[in-house]
């Protein structure tokens, strides 16, 4: 029965081959849209580790942690040197990082900071950063380049860039008179590190002298601003924001309250975690909108399936009644077709997910360098696979249709048509 049965899946290998794509795609649109939500997550959370708190201007959480972290947007407005001095210096901090925003590199965004930076940042899981080449700048105008800045430039030690004043499509202005010299390359990370180019806090304010009405003075077009390593460097006056590092979380809150009331400049103190799960939060939504796009799309393959197999139900009268003829029971046939359709499912299953490592393999390197995406090559997680059993189960419960039909078809018609 089963030999006669196999032979039939043969003879309409087209419409099995169609049902089985149908149901891979599927498979494949649903288990990728979980993938990418899940390492878009883990790529954010990865960004900052070990940080207990970012300090900056007031505004809102989420728009502190996506300029200050991940480069996106504008800062409102900068904090005092003064006030950074201050909140550094207090004796429940371990660590502190400035960071200054605002200029740009032929698009890539310039971090001006210390080299602390080096030394306490962390991403992943407590991973720090590491040079792939070279070393930290030491001097006012020399850079460390994130990794994807020097691959996609194609700079290496010792090569010289200047800095563009400001950024986005408003920066036309170079500070051509003071350039850098690329002293390190750091190793990829996965985060925005990577497309950043990292300068001291005192090179960023040694090419904004001459520049403090928004644009370039008499004197630094004449050139006597112009690049000298032994000219003293003014202290910076402001900076964007500032990466904290606590002695003991215990002081977390207190820390944290003590500097959203500090009375001489309205800062703001945020834990990443929460701006993160805020961030979330915002992001629902449409994270909700796409896994229940990804459902109705199985749902209608499975559907497309069902057609598939009522249509050719008819077709197959003979059929069941060669197989009733031989001795098969109406519940044989019954099993039978759950069983075909169970196997179009698995097979179509195994289809989509071995499709999706296939992309997953091919595509990586390029999500990673023109979206700055990490994609690890994980099994399937638990929530997809609850996904897979569940298709299974809804490919189940579509099969007894068709396996229904034929267990009356051949009580009432089969053994009639044969003879």
Do not use: C
Request: hydrophobic share 45%.
């Amino acid at each position: 029965m089963y030999k006669i049965a196999f032979k039939s899946l043969l003879n309409r290998k087209l419409t099995v081959a169609l049902s089985i794509l149908t149901v891979a795609l599927s498979v494949l649109l649903l288990i990728g849209v979980e993938r990418l939500r899940t390492e878009a997550r883990n790529s954010f959370s990865n960004t900052v580790s070990g940080t207990d708190l970012i300090i900056g201007a007031r505004t809102g959480s989420v728009q502190l942690l996506l300029y200050s972290v991940f480069r996106v947007g504008n800062a409102t407005n900068n904090i005092g040197w003064d006030s950074y001095q201050k909140w550094a210096k207090d004796e429940r901090v371990e660590w502190t990082i400035p960071v200054s925003l605002g200029d740009s590199h032929k698009g890539f965004p310039v971090l001006g900071t210390s080299t602390d930076y080096f030394k306490h940042l962390k991403y992943a899981e407590d991973q720090h950063l590491q040079l792939a080449q070279g070393k930290v700048f030491s001097r006012t105008h020399e850079a460390v380049l994130g990794a994807n800045v020097a691959k996609k430039s194609g700079y290496l030690l010792g090569g010289k860039i200047v800095l563009t004043h400001g950024s986005g499509e408003g920066a036309m202005s170079e500070h051509a008179d003071q350039p850098f010299t690329i002293v390190g390359i750091l190793a990829p990370t996965g985060t925005p590190v990577d497309d950043t180019v990292h300068v001291s806090l005192d090179g960023l304010t040694a090419i904004h002298e001459g520049w403090e009405s928004g644009s370039a003075s008499l004197l630094s077009t004449a050139g006597v601003l112009a690049a000298d390593e032994n000219r003293a460097v003014p202290r910076p006056v402001t900076i964007t924001a500032f990466y904290v590092g606590l002695k003991s979380r215990t002081s977390l809150f207190s820390y944290q309250r003590a500097v959203n009331q500090y009375r001489e400049e309205t800062l703001m103190a945020i834990m990443p975690g929460v701006a993160l799960s805020e961030l979330w939060q915002l992001m629902k939504i449409a994270e909700q909108a796409l896994l229940v796009v990804s459902g109705f799309v199985m749902i209608i393959g499975l559907l497309g399936m069902l057609t598939a197999l009522l249509t050719g139900l008819n077709e197959r009268r003979r059929e069941m009644a060669i197989l009733r003829s031989v001795g098969a029971r109406a519940w044989q046939i019954f099993v039978l077709v759950m069983g075909e359709t169970l196997l179009l499912v698995g097979v179509g299953i195994a289809a989509g997910v071995s499709l999706l490592y296939l992309i997953l393999v091919t595509f990586r390197p390029v999500l990673r360098e023109f979206y700055g995406m990490s994609i690890a090559i994980n099994p399937p997680s638990s929530a997809e696979l609850l996904m897979l059993l569940a298709t299974l189960i809804a490919g189940a419960l579509i099969g007894a249709v068709p396996a229904w039909r034929a267990y009356r078809m051949s009580l009432s018609d089969g053994l009639s048509q044969q003879s």
